[in-house]
């Protein structure tokens, strides 16, 4: 069963733009990590945030878990034609395998 | 950087075929994993394994076993391939640490069973 859900599924911005996706979940975790899938290709992870962290930072990337509202948002600042491809959130409970959401297909318009 | 290598990036085979997908890392991670990603289901847990020799079901296993005889090496077998498996399948590996780490994917294998 999955446990995360990204919102929107599908996102089209203009280069340069920030880009915010959102992925909610059902039960309490152990750790939130996103991950991105260009065309065709496999995933590579993104980020890790740990159930007792607030935010968290990378380059570009900016990830917040709020456990109260079970919920996490991915934010790309200045968003780049190289940053199109699906983002998936994936959550894990204890010491469980990772549960992936269905992704949202972010596309970059120059 | 962690290399995760499937033997084939697109396979075609027929109704009713034995199929081995293989998939080599190079990282010595303990944990190994196989999932299939299908429009709309996101990505589902066939099979892991955390050691040689060992393997676990995930999600949806029925229709596919695993073969880890080699630390680096793991295989997914369709005893006979159905047209349902019809899909992109990914492997990952990631250290023992826990399950929860996170996991090195390879390109995936494009599977279309006809």
């Known amino acids: 069963s999955q446990q995360g859900e990204e919102d929107p599924q599908a996102l089209s911005i203009q280069e340069g733009e920030n880009a915010t996706m959102n992925c909610s979940y059902k039960t309490s975790i152990n750790n939130l990590q996103w991950y991105r899938q260009n065309s065709g290709r496999g995933l590579v992870h993104l980020i890790l945030?740990?159930?007792?962290?607030r935010e968290k930072h990378s380059g570009r990337l900016r990830v917040t878990l709020d456990t109260s509202k079970k919920s996490s948002s991915l934010l790309i600042t200045a968003s780049r034609a190289a940053d199109t491809a699906s983002y998936f959130c994936?959550?894990?409970?204890?010491?469980?395998?990772?549960?992936f959401g269905t992704g949202t297909r972010l596309t970059i318009i120059p | 950087d962690v290399k995760v290598t499937q033997s084939s990036r697109y396979l075609v085979k027929r109704t009713g075929e034995k199929v081995f997908l293989e998939c080599v890392q190079d990282?010595?991670?303990?944990?190994m994993f196989w999932y299939r990603q299908d429009p709309g289901l996101g990505l589902r847990l066939i099979y892991f394994s955390y050691d040689v020799k060992m393997k676990e079901k995930g999600d949806i296993p029925e229709g596919y076993s695993v073969s880890r005889e080699k630390k680096e090496r793991f295989s997914l077998i369709l005893e006979s391939a159905s047209t349902n498996q019809t899909s992109m399948y990914l492997c990952?590996?990631?250290?023992?640490?826990?399950?929860?780490?996170?996991?090195?994917f390879g390109d995936g294998t494009r599977l279309s069973i006809l």
């Open positions: 990282m010595d991670h303990e944990n």
């Open positions: 994936a959550t894990v409970r204890g010491n469980e395998k990772l549960t």
């Open positions: 990952a590996s990631s250290l023992l640490a826990g399950l929860n780490q996170p996991q090195h």
């Open positions: 945030i740990r159930s007792n962290e």
